[in-house]
DNA sequence: AAAAATAAGTGTTAATTTGACACGAATTGC
DNA sequence: GCAATTCGTGTCAAATTAACACTTATTTTT
């Protein structure tokens, strides 16, 4: 039944762009790799997609094979296929980016995989076109959060204001003044504070707040800019 | 040489959204297919990747071969690999939308396809998940088009603002006030008003205007929103 | 030749949003 | 109880946005 008999058939893998927020600076997580080609090296988690699989679905497990985690923010980048991006054989890459809890992740699990964490401006050089795929990541997420909430993703269920004023300042390497921040992101009614406060980080103490997970999945596509609210498709 | 031994190889497709606009509404570039599965049904514009070619390459290939054009906007979209999206073999599709001046596009090579301008609204149901693709490929030509200058590709070189303007419509399914509109696109300063008018859509006439192709250039990434302009990474 | 019809082109105002800016409050360590 | 630290908040001026209506140029009709 096989009719396309001509055609050539390629390998197609799943890499994934693991994003973390250490409370300080976005982190990306990398593995060692364990065989050759380019054994020792630094490289994006990834694998080949199985007989059985969707993309999604392989992006999925191979997620959750390194980090333990499920439900994770995973959302597909891009697909890199140069014919000799990977010197052994051709080889299509379905790059995924994620955005993780890091202090959800299974440690053990990444040890397994000589996975390690990396503030993105401390990140080695990568293999194949790992870099390019990195780099893409990088403008896709400023791209993204500058539109939608998605940087909540990164953060535990409670989190401060200033703390969130931390990590897009990481992700935008820009200040910003806390005023204009808060006043902003408490517009957007997706925040409800909390009666608790961290007091870990500052004498005083900072409010919680959560995500109003309602309001979130609603606003999430709030579109900005020229266009008057379009009728959906 | 091969190491990659154990894995499964897959059949590797590029299909094209191909959008054009002619002077009304938005339409779509489709064909009707010629060979089994699914003969005489419509659907993308589509074909394997050769084995010296990237995606980019097969796309820009399959867009060159229905309609003659070069040097077209073209932008990878997603790719689609569900186990059995193709009933004969499993194939990875990867997509690509087009935006094309619909008056530069040769019909003959298209007759050749069988293929057809459809407005969208108007558009029959594709084969496979054709129809999925398309309705990704205008929810993201309003996202882009929202925020950056993108609509410009789908019309000739000079154009009015009147129809500029229905393009926009069109696009958005609303409607604009025309002197909010024309105040909005002209404080871009990437239009350049010519001195001679289109006479035959009314009797006034209005003026023509071109693209500055250096600012549309430079002002293509302008962002809004929330973020004050971040370093370049 | 005057009048009617059509679509183009333009300006004002009020409301909202933005960016710049500084100080008091809460707590801890000394 | 004093100093040091960081949290949390408000005002004002400038810029942007949305709402809104009339005049101009031209062609067609009478």
Excluded at 40 to 54: N, V
């Amino acid at each position: 039944m096989t009719k396309y008999q001509k055609q050539t058939r390629l390998l197609a893998a799943v890499d994934c762009i693991i994003f973390g927020f250490d409370g300080h600076e976005l982190n990306i997580l990398l593995i060692q790799r364990g065989f050759e080609p380019e054994r020792g090296k630094w490289s994006l988690m990834g694998g080949f997609i199985q007989p059985d699989e969707s993309p999604d679905d392989a992006a999925t497990r191979i997620l959750k094979g390194l980090t333990g985690l499920d439900g994770v923010y995973l959302e597909q980048l891009h697909t890199f296929g140069r014919p000799n991006r990977d010197p052994i054989e051709r080889t299509l890459s379905i790059t995924y980016f994620a955005l993780i809890d890091i202090q959800r992740y299974e440690k053990q699990l990444s040890d397994e995989y000589h996975a390690e964490w990396f503030p993105l401006h401390k990140m080695p050089n990568l293999i194949f076109d790992h870099n390019e795929m990195v780099k893409m990541a990088r403008e896709k997420l400023r791209y993204k959060a500058a539109l939608h909430p998605l940087l909540f993703e990164l953060l535990p269920e409670k989190f401060t204001l200033p703390l969130l004023q931390t990590l897009y300042e990481s992700v935008y390497d820009t200040q910003f003044d806390k005023r204009n921040f808060s006043r902003k992101v408490l517009s957007t009614n997706l925040l409800i504070k909390q009666n608790d406060k961290d007091k870990d980080n500052s004498r005083k103490g900072a409010y919680y707040y959560k995500l109003d997970t309602k309001n979130y999945k609603t606003n999430f596509q709030a579109f900005l800019s020229i266009i008057p609210i379009p009728r959906p498709l």
